[in-house]
């Protein structure tokens, strides 16, 4: 007997409602993320994710960890419902034909990453800006030399800055780093989903029997953290490049090729790994989270509450 079928409306629920309380309990972590990857060399104001989250509070207070928080929580929702759904979907799809394979699993997973990247990529662009303003703040206070003299001092709000935008590059303004975006998600899924997968498998009550809660969830977390530090790198390049406001003293790139460039030749080649421990930490229960909501049927209980239409 195959796993049960899930509605689509399920499948969306499951993914919007796991998004918000993954974001909420590792959004401070993902701000200190941003914020040491966008350091350059010379402007270390921020030795490591701890330093960063309690300099934060100190200067911006608690709620200053959170910096951005809205633009995800607005957005994560449609992001996760359609990276679930997507991969459910290719999945069922690859898999009519007779034995769901690793490489099958991969061109799902594939599918997955690419169609989720028109929602990742604004979310993303309009988040870093915001995580960002902080850490040009405190540069500003305590490392002025490094800060340009034109640099705005109040912090742009999300619809500021989605309306500055597209009022100077239109909507292609909001989906700068799409290139990048689309090398970091797609390998992502490609890594995430099978493994995944076939940690889930391993927990399994026998032969049909569905992996209890605790096995969905610590395989998500094992596939989530191993696949975050796997695409770093990328990851890394994309918030340079989506990065609007920078220090007087920092790099300015004109795209991924360049970028990587730069980053070799001025920070070398551990830059990549700037950030790799705190995206483990985002990622892992992040998508921890997903899995349990998903396999607990949340969805799927909410939606009985509804009125059934008669067959």
Do not use: W
């Not at 490489?103 to 594939?110: Q, R």
């Not at 540069?139 to 800060?147: A, D, G, I, W």
Request: hydrophobic share 40%; glycine share 10%; proline share 5%.
């Amino acid at each position: 007997m195959a796993d049960k079928q899930i509605s689509l409306p399920a499948k969306l629920i499951n993914g919007g409602i796991a998004g918000l309380i993954g974001v909420t309990c590792v959004f401070p972590i993902d701000l200190a993320k941003t914020r040491l990857q966008n350091q350059q060399n010379g402007q270390r104001l921020y030795t490591s994710m701890s330093d960063c989250l309690i300099k934060t509070i100190r200067s911006e207070g608690y709620f200053g960890m959170y910096r951005g928080a809205a633009v995800n929580l607005t957005l994560v929702t449609p992001e996760k419902a359609i990276k679930l759904a997507a991969n459910d979907f290719f999945r069922h799809h690859l898999s009519k034909d007779g034995k769901l394979t690793l490489v099958k699993e991969m061109l799902a997973g594939c599918g997955a990453g690419t169609c989720q990247v028109i929602v990742t990529t604004p979310m993303e662009m309009l988040k870093i800006q915001l995580q960002d303003a902080g850490r040009i703040a405190a540069q500003r206070k305590l490392m002025p030399e490094t800060v340009a003299a034109g640099t705005v001092e109040k912090s742009p709000t999300a619809m500021q800055l989605t309306r500055q935008l597209l009022k100077e590059k239109g909507i292609a303004g909001l989906y700068k780093g799409l290139g990048a975006t689309l090398l970091r998600d797609v390998p992502f899924s490609i890594i995430y989903f099978p493994l995944f997968a076939n940690l889930n498998n391993l927990g399994k009550r026998g032969v049909e029997g569905p992996a209890p809660f605790y096995v969905s969830f610590i395989s998500g977390c094992v596939a989530g953290s191993t696949a975050a530090v796997a695409v770093n790198p990328v990851d890394v390049i994309k918030t340079r490049l989506q990065s609007l406001t920078r220090g007087s003293t920092e790099d300015t790139y004109s795209g991924v090729g360049d970028c990587i460039s730069k980053i070799m030749r001025n920070e070398g080649p551990t830059a990549f790994l700037k950030g790799a421990y705190c995206r483990a930490l985002v990622i892992a229960p992040l998508f921890g989270i997903a899995q349990v909501v998903y396999f607990l049927g949340v969805g799927e209980y909410i939606l009985s509450f509804l009125p059934q239409k008669d067959k």
